[in-house]
């Protein structure tokens, strides 16, 4: 099948520790991204990346980082520095370029206590 | 920078009543995508608009990208059960990533 997994779906995590997110996608797409949802703020842009070994920041990359050292894989790390981790995480891949469908991971729900 | 509003943020109606949401950037855009969240679930896909004043349908779902191409809208006639979800309009400008609006979250009353 092709798509994207994201893993894990649900995760808690005490206040103060790091925690990574992963995202596999085999759809031989170039550029991946990480959204953060929350509840009647729609998608906010996280990080993005539109080539290996490359990613910019989105706009609330603040407490977050990233690596894209193979095509297929793009994980999230939500640091301690993040004042407000607890959210639903999607993660996203499309071809590059204007106009390519975005699809989406089925997310991940971080909870931090 | 760039944004992408959308209007309403929720919207409920009656079974077989008709249902639209606006959405609205502050710059000129070259394409503007729709995509569907049901409850609990991922957005999907819906459609994409390019043309200045394109208008698109899928069965009961009329799409409607603006001549400026700064507006769309998205108009569902007589709503089902199966349309619940939150509808989320993305814009986007040459090879940036997609803006999304914060959505309209619609439910249908059976």
């Known amino acids: 099948d092709g798509g994207i997994t994201q893993s894990p779906k649900y995760l808690f995590r005490k206040e103060g520790q790091n925690v990574t997110l992963s995202c596999e996608q085999n759809l031989n797409h170039d550029a991946m991204y990480w959204y953060r949802q929350d509840p009647g703020q729609g998608l906010r842009l996280i990080y993005y990346s539109q080539i290996v070994n490359d990613f910019q920041k989105g706009d609330i990359a603040e407490g977050y980082s990233v690596s894209r050292e193979k095509k297929e894989s793009f994980p999230l790390t939500v640091t301690s520095a993040q004042k407000n981790p607890t959210a639903f995480y999607l993660c996203a891949s499309t071809q590059r370029g204007s106009g390519n469908t975005i699809y989406f991971g089925e997310g991940s729900w971080l909870t931090v206590v | 920078g760039q944004q992408v509003m959308q209007i309403p943020q929720y919207q409920h109606v009656q079974e077989g009543e008709d249902f639209t949401t606006y959405c609205n950037s502050s710059t000129t855009l070259s394409n503007i995508q729709w995509y569907k969240q049901r409850p609990g679930g991922h957005p999907v896909f819906l459609i994409q608009l390019v043309k200045s004043g394109e208008v698109k349908k899928q069965k009961r779902l009329t799409f409607q990208f603006g001549e400026a191409k700064k507006n769309s809208s998205l108009h569902i006639t007589a709503t089902q059960t199966t349309d619940v979800g939150t509808y989320f309009c993305?814009?986007?400008?040459?090879?940036?990533?997609?803006?999304f609006g914060k959505g309209t979250r619609l439910s249908v009353i059976a």
């Open positions: 993305a814009g986007q400008r040459g090879n940036t990533p997609l803006v």
